[in-house]
Nanobody, 124 residues
Framework: QVQLVESGGGLVQAGGSLRLSCGAS????????MGWFRQAPGKERETVVI????????YYADSVKGRFTISRGNAKNTVYLQMNSLKPEDTAVYYC?????????????????WGQGTQVTVSS
């Protein structure tokens, strides 16, 4: 198994930036595709972004394209989500996720490991 711990959430004004981090421990990090989901109050969980094991392939939800960037530091067992030009509608709990199976990078991704989540609040 892999354990995932998110950090970097907080309160920011619209137009601002935040960087989320997700540290992974327990197994070989490069064996996992990594990504982020988010869930706002009263809404379904949304696939935000996914990155492949090597980092060569990514998937971004249309709602975040051009504003969010995912990257992974395999030497540090960490995946990052840089969020720029934040909007109030980005407010949600953001969950880090990992998958050691064959992963299709798409909105239908269903990873098998999850973090506890970190709150991101964007004020208008």
């Amino acid at each position: 198994q892999v354990q995932l711990v998110e950090s970097g959430g907080g309160l920011v004004q619209a137009g601002g930036s935040l960087r989320l981090s997700c540290g992974a421990s327990g197994r070989t990090f490069i064996n996992y595709a990594m990504g982020w989901f988010r869930q706002a109050p009263g809404k379904e969980r949304e696939t935000v972004v996914i990155i492949s094991r090597s980092g060569s392939s990514t998937y971004y939800a249309d709602s975040v394209k051009g504003r969010f960037t995912i990257s992974r530091g395999n030497a540090k067992n960490t995946v990052y989500l840089q969020m720029n030009s934040l909007k109030p509608e980005d407010t949600a709990v953001y969950y880090c996720a990992a998958d050691d199976r064959n992963t299709i990078l798409s909105v239908s991704w269903r990873p098998n490991y999850w973090g506890q989540g970190t709150q991101v609040t964007v004020s208008s």
